[in-house]
Nanobody, 124 residues
Framework: QVQLVESGGGLVQAGGSLRLSCVAS????????MGWFRQAPGKEREFVAA????????NYADSVKGRFTISRDNAKNTVYLQMNSLKPEDTAVYYC?????????????????WGQGTQVTVSS
């Protein structure tokens, strides 16, 4: 089992920045690729970014490329999502998730473990 707890969400104006954190506990964190997803009201959960177990290769949705950066610190069992140049359309609940397959996985159903989510609201 892996337990994931997100933090760092909040209300920010368009153009602002936020950094989300996700702390993992339980089985070995470094065995898992980690991803961030988001879900806006009335919409399906969508892939945002993922990072390999080593912290090297990353993968981003086109909608966030150049604005968001995913990183991880295996010594702290933590994955981060730095979000810059935020837009109102980035408003959603953000979830971190873990999978043992690959950082290339964008299908939410292939992620094994999920956090409870943190709300990000971007005002115009």
């Amino acid at each position: 089992q892996v337990q994931l707890v997100e933090s760092g969400g909040g209300l920010v104006q368009a153009g602002g920045s936020l950094r989300l954190s996700c702390v993992a506990s339980g089985r070995s964190f470094r065995n898992y690729a980690m991803g961030w997803f988001r879900q806006a009201p009335g919409k399906e959960r969508e892939f945002v970014a993922a990072i390999s177990w080593s912290g090297g290769p990353t993968n981003y949705a086109d909608s966030v490329k150049g604005r968001f950066t995913i990183s991880r610190d295996n010594a702290k069992n933590t994955v981060y999502l730095q979000m810059n140049s935020l837009k109102p359309e980035d408003t959603a609940v953000y979830y971190c998730a873990a999978n043992r397959i690959s950082f290339r996985v964008v299908d939410a159903s292939r992620y094994e473990y999920w956090g409870q989510g943190t709300q990000v609201t971007v005002s115009s």
